[in-house]
């Protein structure tokens, strides 16, 4: 076995040993920190705006990570499967918080001026869909969905969180309008994490079965 193999067994057995539960509001530190700034008046001249995006970027963050999940598993071997749960829940309450503050602190449930926003800003549309392929998701986050829907139809389902993952980018890069290093990062991943998945997954798996193999052959010869 590799010296990259014995690290991520050992990486595999620390995780088992983290408990998911904390992790729930562990997540949620970021958001309410960015809430806490905007009420000390620590975030700028047009702290609403920059509560808005805060926690918009904090939901892009959390989407990635639930999105790299499959690849770090797939090919690293690194099992984070058990906090995915976890992370795309957290990816809803950031959204929702986004669209909760735009609605009632920014625009104050004036609907007619989100009308004319939304014609002026097309990007909240993007937005606004992502949140609308999010809600089917998070309600399916549990498993008597999964039993109820089947394996393959809840599967389906979420692979909602691709089309969401891409409009989130969509949303924050017209959002920004910068070209710069930052926004290009985040897309460029959300591409490399989306991309991964057209990759066969064979010829990585057969390579990790044959490792495993050798090993046991070579444990087997030395007892």
Do not use: C
Request: glycine share 6%.
């Amino acid at each position: 076995m590799s010296a990259i193999s014995k690290l991520v067994d050992r990486l595999n057995g620390a995780l088992k040993r983290v408990p998911v539960l904390p992790l729930y509001f562990v997540a949620l530190v970021p958001g309410l920190w960015t809430f806490y700034q905007a009420l000390a008046g620590q975030l700028g001249a047009d702290p609403m705006r920059a509560l808005e995006q805060g926690l918009g970027l904090w939901a892009l963050r959390f989407m990635l990570a639930t999105l790299a999940v499959t690849p770090l598993m797939r090919w690293p071997g690194i099992r984070l499967l058990r906090f995915r749960r976890m992370l795309g829940l957290t990816v809803f309450w950031y959204v929702l918080a986004h669209l909760t503050v735009y609605i009632v602190l920014d625009q104050q449930f004036y609907w007619l001026a989100i009308a004319r926003d939304i014609l002026k800003r097309p990007y909240i549309i993007f937005g606004m869909t992502a949140f609308v392929a999010l809600v089917p998701m998070a309600i399916t986050s549990n498993d008597l969905s999964v039993r109820r829907l089947g394996a393959m139809a809840w599967r389906n389902l979420h692979r909602l969180a691709y089309p969401a993952g891409v409009l989130m980018v969509l949303h924050y890069l017209w959002l920004v309008k910068s070209w710069t290093a930052g926004p290009l990062a985040y897309a460029a991943l959300m591409a490399l994490l989306l991309g991964l998945r057209l990759v066969p997954r064979g010829s990585s798996g057969r390579r990790r079965t044959r490792e495993k193999s050798n090993a046991r052959n070579v444990s087997t010869a030395r007892a």
